[in-house]
């Protein structure tokens, strides 16, 4: 029958999940995602803190159990994330300046050398933009405002064959902030010819907020500059069916929208606690927002 990957590839789409590696020993998980998705996110196993615990001492063993079972089953697979100012190793709170900085390029390098050739995206920068539009505040940021130039251009000498994306959350509608904020640095970098490949438009739905009316225009702005977009962690509160069909609808209607990734598959395995914001219920039925979801790829 129809499933969510089936219908994403008709156009060239994908349809992906984000799974941890416990799930790997869950056979109601594994069952949907192999069924339905053709992309899959490590919800924490390709972080800085898992990938290098101490300094120079790599550990891909979490990472590369869900890259294996991923691509044993025909997924492709997104590498989430590489410089971020949450989950980070241990040893880079006690590292500033220059030092921090060559911990963050030698942190590129040793994952990506890893990983090379392998994976379909990484998600090179996670959320370094604050609300209000301008960088957010962090040890990274405090290394030097040209941070990120750094690390998509380190993260381009690492694989040259692996797409780069920018990835951040509450950049969905267009008039807000934080949106422009990243807008501008896009902008100024594809001017400047620093190798970005993809903006990732988390898509968190939270607290009944609604679809913003202009994300298909936030979704072809980016677009505009030449990048590729995609919603790589979706979920809505309570899955409002609505929601997830318009969100759908905008990445369709936009050519150089990739793809759609739940940040999880049944409500059960949410980071977002009690509300229930994901397509499958905790007994692995599809919710209404599923097939919504369906007739909108
Ligand atoms: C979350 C995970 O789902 C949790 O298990 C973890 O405790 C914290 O991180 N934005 C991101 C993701 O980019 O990495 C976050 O994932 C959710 C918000």
């Not at 339905?36 to 390709?46: I, K, L, P, S």
């Not at 381009?156 to 640095?185: F, H, S």
């Not at 318009?246 to 369709?252: N, S, Y």
């Not at 949410?270 to 209404?288: A, Q, T, V």
Request: proline share 3%; aromatic share 10%.
């Amino acid at each position: 029958g129809a499933t969510l990957k089936a219908a994403a590839e008709r156009s060239g789409r994908y349809f992906g999940a984000a799974m941890g590696g416990d799930r790997l020993n869950d056979a109601g998980f594994l069952a949907i995602a192999n069924r339905e998705f053709d992309m899959m996110t490590a919800v924490n196993e390709m972080k800085p803190d898992a990938t290098e615990p101490n300094r120079g001492q790599f550990d891909f063993r979490a990472g590369d159990a869900i890259y294996t079972w991923a691509t044993q089953h025909g997924m492709r697979v997104r590498g989430h994330t590489l410089a971020w100012h949450a989950q980070q190793p241990r040893f880079w709170a006690g590292l500033s300046g220059s030092a921090l900085r060559t911990a963050m390029i030698d942190h590129i390098n040793g994952v990506m050398t890893h990983y090379r050739g392998k994976l379909a995206y990484w998600d090179v920068v996670n959320e370094a933009f604050a609300e209000n539009g301008s960088r957010r505040s962090s040890n990274l940021q405090s290394t030097g405002n040209d941070w990120i130039e750094v690390a998509f251009r380190a993260a381009r000498a690492a694989d040259p064959g692996v797409k780069l994306c920018y990835n951040d959350y509450n950049i969905e509608n267009w008039t807000y902030a934080k949106t422009q904020g990243v807008y501008a640095m896009i902008r100024d970098f594809k001017a400047r010819g620093v190798p970005v490949d993809c903006v990732g438009l988390q898509t968190h739905f939270t607290g009944g907020s609604s679809l913003p009316g202009t994300f298909q225009q936030t979704l072809s702005s980016f677009a505009a500059l030449g990048v590729d977009v995609a919603l790589t962690e979706a979920d809505v509160t309570n899955a409002a069916a609505g929601q997830y069909q318009g969100l759908t609808q905008a990445c369709m209607n936009v050519p150089r929208c990739v793809g759609i990734t739940t940040w999880g598959i049944r409500d059960s395995d949410s980071w977002r606690g009690n509300e229930s914001p994901l397509l499958f219920d905790r007994n692995s039925n599809p919710k209404p927002a599923y097939t919504s979801v369906l007739n909108a790829l």
